[in-house]
């Protein structure tokens, strides 16, 4: 589908390797997460539209300054999604962050939300929702429904690991908007668990397993 981006840099898969490692600790599963949301913000970030400031000066000379055109907003999902934070931060330090609280009933697979700060009117151009795994797909469709109905007018999504049945979905739901991924594993198990998947982002990072 025209609006996944799988990445196919090796440092990428390298680090998608390491990280599906059982045995790492939370310090390595937090330097893995960021180095590849850092790579996928790369790709996420290559269409910004530059927008000409003024007329300064280097060191040898005069230049035309540019900068990013649009206002953005990143919204990492508690609480995995705080574990690509830092990297999506760095790409745009001007953004806003918005969190949303989000988390999947284990007996239904649906998803549950518990916070939601949103500024009553949307003021930026575009979001980025930051989560390391989409595995049904309900916590994304979720949290990209509630981003709709708040008015934002781009919408993109950085994921670690997804489930090919829970991108698959969400892409024909969400056609406008863009997903950049690390991973696509094709097994989604009967628990709603993706194989090999990356495990519970949330407890790996935070060493709560």
Known sequence: MSNIF???HPLARQKI???????????QARELTDGI??????EATKDLELVRTSTEQSPIGP?????IAKTHALVPILRSGLGLLNAASDFLPDAQVHHLG???EE?????????????????VDECIVLDPMIATGGTADAA????KTWGVPKIKFVAVCVSKSGIERL??????????????????????FVVPGIGDCGDRLNNTA
């Open 171 to 192: 892409a024909r739901e969400h056609p406008d908007v863009q997903f950049f991924v690390a991973v696509v594993d094709k097994v989604l198990n009967e628990q709603g």
């Open 144 to 147: 990209i429904q509630i981003l």
């Open 102 to 104: 989000l988390f999947r």
């Open 6 to 8: 799988v990445s196919q």
């Open 17 to 27: 390797s390491a990280l599906r490692l059982a045995a790492n600790t939370s310090q």
């Open 63 to 67: 230049y035309e300054g540019e900068a």
């Open 37 to 42: 949301g850092r790579l996928l913000m790369y």
């Open 107 to 123: 007996s239904t697979l649906l998803p549950v939300e518990y916070y939601n700060k949103l500024p009553r009117k949307c003021m």
